[in-house]
């Protein structure tokens, strides 16, 4: 197959999953899995070299522990059918094949570049949203404004691809993705997206402090400006928008009662619990994925109710898959931290690893109040993240 062809796949790809997915889901999300099947017939004969990799093994032993937990714990081969929803992470493998035949050394400019247009059109739909119609919760227009947030909070994270491999001045331009990230979150009223920013930006700190990248002097001047912008931020009113008031809530309620007493955590307090007690009653395999939600809700002291999951990504690994779904959980995390950290010594690598770790640790933050895994949106963004630190690494050992 001419490498025209694999680069038009690959290019394609990431316009879907960086540019258009903040702003247009649904599309971004056929686009990716038409070309995540279509890539499949791209792979050979590469594919074997790529299993050596942790961005690829690591994600597919964890979907190989899912499948034989769904099997066994469903009794029946209809529980494999619960692995339609994690379909997007099949599109790793053959997707970092066919980016092999991809020469550019400007692949992180490009990653970036795109990254950077999804986020700024995110925040774009959600200051429109809030002007026309003064809702509380922007992103109802694109999809579920908690999935709306996740999607952009990732996305706009991603587009500090352009601080790994570019020097001068202008690559600052990119550390504007974690701030338009910030406006289309805040606007969408979502509380764990609002937590994981704080959460995303001290990973980023740390590791940057601890890899040496910048000094602990520096960590502690962007602290402080950080602490006056947001302060002066909130005199300014940002305490009046929806995000921010409820988070300040919540802060007040855990200072006072030890936890946030609205009906949406009671809810969700209630899904984890039933959720362990559904696990505990089958601790290795779990119940499979169609049973796990009801039989949690019936061991909960006070039923929730009738979801399509427990609002929980280790409820959900766990009461659905049991301990060998919380390792394909495990899995699933470690692997864009895995490979950064196996990529040859470079200039690049300590930063490569950076970048993955705030991705996954703000990934893990928001699976805490609401499931990442299984949602189609967000696990197409998981997906791109591995794609994205597979290529950022492949670049640094070319490098």
């Known amino acids: 197959m001419p490498h025209s062809v694999r680069s038009s796949v690959l290019l394609v790809a990431l316009v879907a999953t960086l540019a258009m997915s903040p702003v247009a889901p649904e599309a971004a999300n056929v686009i990716f899995l038409a070309l995540g099947v279509f890539s499949v017939t791209l792979m050979f004969p590469r594919a074997a070299e790529q299993l050596r990799r942790p961005i690829v093994w690591m994600p597919l032993l964890g979907l190989g522990l899912i499948a034989l937990s769904y099997g066994i714990g469903a009794r029946s081969f209809e529980g494999l059918?619960?692995?339609?929803?994690?379909?997007?992470?099949?599109?790793?493998?053959?997707?970092?094949?066919?980016?092999?035949?991809?020469?550019?050394?400007?692949?992180?400019?490009?990653?970036?570049?795109?990254?950077?247009?999804?986020?700024?059109?995110?925040?774009?739909?959600?200051?429109?949203?809030?002007?026309?119609?003064?809702?509380?919760?922007?992103?109802?227009?694109?999809?579920?404004?908690?999935?709306?947030?996740?999607?952009?909070?990732?996305?706009?994270?991603?587009?500090?691809?352009g601080m790994v491999g570019k020097k001068g001045f202008w690559r600052f331009l990119f550390l504007l993705g974690p701030v338009f990230a910030t406006v289309a979150v805040v606007l969408s009223g979502t509380r764990g997206a609002v937590v994981a920013i704080a959460g995303m930006l001290a990973v980023a700190a740390i590791g940057l402090v601890v890899l040496r990248q910048v000094s602990a002097k520096k960590a502690l001047i962007a602290l402080a400006v950080l602490v006056v912008g947001g302060a002066a931020a909130l005199l300014l009113g940002a305490s009046q928008l929806s995000g921010v008031q409820r988070v300040l809530i919540d802060?007040?309620?855990?200072?006072?009662?030890?936890?946030?007493?609205?009906?949406?955590?009671?809810?969700?307090?209630?899904?984890?619990?039933g959720g362990t007690k559904a696990f505990l009653q089958s601790p290795i395999f779990g119940h499979g994925p169609l049973a796990f939600v009801n039989l949690a809700n019936e061991l909960s002291e006070l039923p929730f109710g009738s979801w399509p999951h427990l609002h929980n990504d280790l409820a959900d690994f766990a009461a659905s898959a049991g301990v060998l779904g919380l390792v394909a959980y495990v899995l699933f995390l470690l692997a864009p931290i895995a490979e950064a950290a196996r990529a040859p010594k470079?200039?690049?690598?300590?930063?490569?690893?950076?970048?993955?770790?705030?991705?996954?640790?703000?990934?893990?933050?928001?699976?805490?109040?609401?499931?990442?895994?299984?949602?189609l949106t967000v696990t197409v963004t998981y997906a791109v993240i591995c794609i994205v630190i597979g290529i950022l690494a492949r670049q640094a050992s070319n490098a």
């Open 81 to 161: 059918v619960g692995l339609a929803f994690f379909s997007p992470v099949f599109a790793i493998w053959p997707l970092l094949t066919v980016a092999e035949d991809i020469k550019s050394e400007d692949s992180s400019l490009l990653i970036a570049t795109f990254a950077l247009a999804g986020v700024s059109g995110a925040a774009v739909v959600a200051i429109l949203e809030v002007v026309a119609t003064g809702t509380v919760r922007a992103g109802g227009g694109v999809a579920n404004p908690i999935h709306f947030a996740d999607v952009a909070l990732l996305v706009g994270f991603m587009a500090c691809s």
């Open 346 to 375: 470079s200039e690049a690598r300590p930063r490569i690893l950076v970048l993955a770790s705030t991705l996954v640790g703000g990934f893990f933050i928001m699976g805490l109040t609401n499931a990442m895994f299984g949602i």
């Open 251 to 273: 802060i007040a309620e855990v200072l006072q009662h030890g936890l946030p007493t609205d009906e949406s955590t009671a809810i969700r307090l209630q899904m984890i619990a």
